[in-house]
C-alpha cells in the first residue's frame, strides 16, 4: 500500500483547488449539472465527450456543449474523434471557447464510436494515436490531458503503452478507467493498473472508476499513489462527494448536506437547466434527474413518481418546494445520505 496524499494538483500550468474531479458523462456532466458539481466542491469539472467533427463541422447542438461560464471555472473540455487534423482545428475551437484544459477521449467503448476509429479504439492503434496526440498538442497551448481504459485486453499493457506514448507527446496527465474496452461497466475497475500506470509515467495520474463513498476515493490514493480522484456515476447522486473526499483528507468530519442544501441545489439545477437548454428540453430531464437527490429520503418514491410528467419550471419547482415542506415537517433532524 502506497501513502502518498496529495491534496492540490497541477495539470500543465492550471493550478487546482483540490484533487477531485468530475468524470465526464455523455447526457450528464452539461453546464447546469457542472456548476452544481463546482459548487459542491469538485476541483476540476469536465464537459461531456463532444464530437470533433460536429465541432468542426459547425453543428449548433455540438457548439452549445462549448457553453461555460467563470463559476465553473477551471473547465476541461474533452472531445472524441480519430482524424488528426479535424482533432486540432476541434481542439483549437476549444481552446478558443476560453476552455481551460482539453481531453481527448480514448476510453468510449459505444460502436457508434469505435466505427469511426475514436474513443477506445484509438487504443489499438499506437500510430494513430500519437499522430492525434502530437496534432492536438501542436494546435493548443493549454494544458492537454487524455483519458483512458485499460485497452483491449485484461494485461493492462495497452494504457501502459499509451500512457507512455502521451507523455512523450507532451500530454499533461493522464486519467484511466481501469476497465478494458469490451468490458464495458460489467465487473470491477482494476485499481493496480492505475498503480502501475503511476509507476509507469511522471506526468499526474487521475484515477477512476468505482469510487463510490469518500472512503472509497482515499482507498484508491492510499492503494495507487494516483495523483488526483475522478468520480462519476457516484457524483450524479451525491454532489457533495467532492467536499467530502476533501473534508475527509483533512481529517474533517463529512459536511453532510442539510435538507435546506439539498432542495436550494436542486432548485438552482432546474432553474439553470431551462436557462441552458429550454424549458420543456430541462425539465423532461428533470423528471429523471432529480430523483437523484432525494435517493433515500422517505417518500422519495412518491416524489419522483409526482414528477414524472412535469412540463413546466413552475410546476416542478412547486413540486419540489412541496417536497420539501413535507419533509421539514416530519424529519427533524434528516439522516445523512452519503
Ligand atoms: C452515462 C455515462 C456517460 C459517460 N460518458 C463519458 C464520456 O462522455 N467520456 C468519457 O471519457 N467517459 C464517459 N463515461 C465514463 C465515465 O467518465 C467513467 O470513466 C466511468 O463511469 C467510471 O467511473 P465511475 O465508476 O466513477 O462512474 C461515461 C459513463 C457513464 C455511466
Redo the contacts with the bound molecule.
Sequence with gaps: MKSVVQYKMKIGNIQLDNNTVL??????TNLPLRLLAKEAGCGLVCS??ISANGLVYGSGKTLQMLASTAEEKPLSV?IFGSRPDLMAEAAAMVADSGADILDI?F??SVRKVLKTGSGSALMKDAAVARDVMVAVRKAVRIPLTI?IRSGWTPTGEQALDIARLAQDCGVDAVAI?PRTATQA?RGC?DWSLIARVRDHVNIPVIG????ETPAGALKMMAETGCDAV??????MANPWIFSQIVALQQGREFPSPTLEKRFAIMLRYLQASVRHIGEAHACRMMRSRLGWFVKGLPHSSRFRESIKRVETESETADLIRSYHKILKAEVDPLPSVR
Design positions: 468524470a465526464p458523462l455523455a447526457g450528464i461531456e465527450m474533452q477521449n476510453g468510449c483519458k478507467h461497466f475497475a477512476n472508476g468505482d469510487i475522478m468520480v462519476g456515476r457516484a457524483a
